[in-house]
């Protein structure tokens, strides 16, 4: 459940509130002493919302830059595990994860030409997030760097 704002000036705005989608198999007790964010939703919202963004660029005209913000708000002591969630043992790499040191991530990005390529935003958004988080790239899931695209499992 979220909002989605578009303004006739082309701005558009996605937001929600972190709730079970982000904290997937997490117990109320658990979210409250150490809220885990799921890397599905991390990666998989952005992706849907910049593919409508481009359906928008696309429908309407919209040219180049482009000012785009990925922001989390309140997240102070979350953590990120790092590496593919579908991995065994996934939920239990959890305990050697260090939480998040500030209250707000904010990531900006301008995208200044050509089409709009809603995997590579993601992709830059989401390094910059799992780099907040003390990772490198390659621990990213899902990324296949090769072709350029997230595949992510049905």
């Known amino acids: 459940m979220g909002s989605l704002e578009l303004l006739t000036n082309g701005h558009l ?20 002493r150490q809220p885990r964010l799921w890397p599905f939703a991390v990666i998989e919202y952005p992706l849907s919302f910049f ?38 043992g996934f939920l239990g790499i959890h305990r050697q994860t260090p939480p998040y040191p500030n209250s707000n991530l904010v990531i900006p990005l301008v995208v200044e030409g050509g089409a709009i390529q809603p995997e590579a935003i993601t992709y830059a958004l989401v390094r910059d ?5 003390g990772y490198g790239p390659e621990l990213i899931p899902f990324w ?11």
Do not use: C, M
């Open 13 to 32: 705005t996605y937001s929600s509130l972190l709730g079970e989608s982000f904290y997937w198999k997490q117990s109320p007790e658990e979210i409250a």
């Open 144 to 154: 296949n760097a090769a072709q350029g695209r997230f595949e992510l499992p049905p």
């Open 51 to 88: 593919k409508l963004f481009r359906a928008v660029v696309d429908l309407s005209g919209l040219q180049p830059p482009f000012h785009i913000r990925l922001e989390y708000h309140n997240i102070q002591g979350h953590i990120l595990p790092p590496g593919v969630p579908t991995q065994f």
């Open 129 to 133: 997030v799992y780099a907040a988080f």
